[in-house]
C-alpha cells in the first residue's frame, strides 16, 4: 500500500500569508494526487486534483505542484475561510490512502 | 448537479452488520460510468479509504476490511449500499459516500455526501 505523509500536521498562519502545504508518498504516483479542504462538521471537499488542476470554482489562491513523490499545496494569501483541515490523497492505485491531515489555524 | 446523501442506523452493537445507503440524486446512477466511493472517518482523526463500487457492480476494497465489507448498487433505486460485518468500536466514524470523478488516468472524490456518523456500542 502506498503511504502518504502530510507536513505539517498543524500550521498557525494570519490571514494575508503565503502557506505551504507538503505531501511526500511511499512511491512514486506520478501526478494522481489530489488535495481536499474540510472544515468542521463538514464532508471533505476537492481543491485540486490531478496534482495542480484547481477546481472550477475555487479561488486561484490555491495552487498545486508536484510530481513523482514530492507535492505541496499553497495557499498565496491567506483568507479568513481557508482556516481548515487539508488532506492529500493518491489515487494512483487502490487502496487509496489519505495523509494524515495538515490544521491550518489562525495565529 | 448530482447529489449523494448517506443514511442508515446511527447505532450499531459490537459484532452486528453495519448498513448503509448512499442515495443519488441529480442524476441516474447507471447513466455515467462512475465509482462510487465509501470513505470514513473516526471523530477527530484522519480519513481511511474503504472501498468502490462501479456502476456495473465490480468492487474492489481496501484489504484492511475486504474480509467484513460488501458494497453493491441498486441502479432500480438509484442507491449504493455498504455493509460491513462484525464490527467493533473501532469501526465507530463518520462515513461518507462520494463519487470518483475522472480526467484521463486522473481521479478524484467529487461530489461527497454529507456523511452519516455510526457509533457502535452496545
Known amino acids: 500500500d502506498i503511504q502518504m505523509t502530510q507536513s505539517p500536521s498543524s500550521l498557525s498562519a494570519s490571514v494575508g500569508d503565503r502557506v505551504t502545504i507538503t505531501c511526500r508518498a511511499s512511491q512514486s504516483i506520478s501526478s494522481h494526487l489530489?488535495?481536499?479542504q474540510q472544515k468542521p462538521g463538514k464532508a471533505p471537499k476537492v481543491l485540486i486534483y490531478a496534482a495542480s488542476i484547481v477546481q472550477s470554482g475555487d479561488p486561484s489562491r490555491f495552487s498545486g505542484s508536484g510530481s513523482g513523490t514530492d507535492f505541496t499545496l499553497t495557499i498565496s494569501s491567506?483568507?479568513?475561510e481557508d482556516f481548515a483541515t487539508y488532506y492529500c490523497q493518491q489515487s494512483y492505485t487502490t487502496p487509496y490512502s489519505f495523509g494524515q491531515g495538515t490544521k491550518l489555524e489562525i495565529k | 448537479q448530482v447529489q449523494?446523501?448517506?443514511?442508515g442506523p446511527g447505532l450499531v452493537k459490537?459484532?452486528?452488520?453495519?448498513s448503509l445507503t448512499c442515495t443519488v440524486s441529480g442524476g441516474s446512477i447507471s447513466s455515467g460510468n462512475?465509482?462510487?466511493s465509501w470513505i470514513r472517518q473516526p471523530a477527530g482523526k484522519g480519513l481511511e479509504w474503504i472501498g468502490r463500487v462501479y456502476t456495473r457492480g465490480d468492487t474492489n476494497y481496501n484489504p484492511s476490511l475486504?474480509?467484513?465489507v460488501t458494497m453493491s448498487v441498486d441502479t432500480s433505486k438509484n442507491q449504493v449500499s455498504l455493509k460491513l460485518t462484525s464490527v467493533t468500536a473501532a469501526?465507530?466514524?463518520m462515513y461518507y459516500c462520494a463519487r470518483e470523478r475522472r480526467l484521463g488516468s486522473n481521479n478524484w472524490f467529487d461530489p461527497w455526501g454529507q456523511g452519516t456518523l455510526?457509533?457502535?456500542?452496545?
Open chain 1, 34 to 36: 489530489n488535495w481536499y
Open chain 1, 78 to 80: 491567506l483568507q479568513p
Open chain 2, 4 to 7: 449523494l446523501q448517506e443514511s
Open chain 2, 14 to 18: 459490537p459484532s452486528e452488520t453495519l
Open chain 2, 34 to 36: 462512475y465509482y462510487w
Open chain 2, 66 to 68: 475486504k474480509s467484513r
Open chain 2, 91 to 93: 469501526d465507530t466514524a
Open chain 2, 118 to 122: 455510526v457509533t457502535v456500542s452496545s
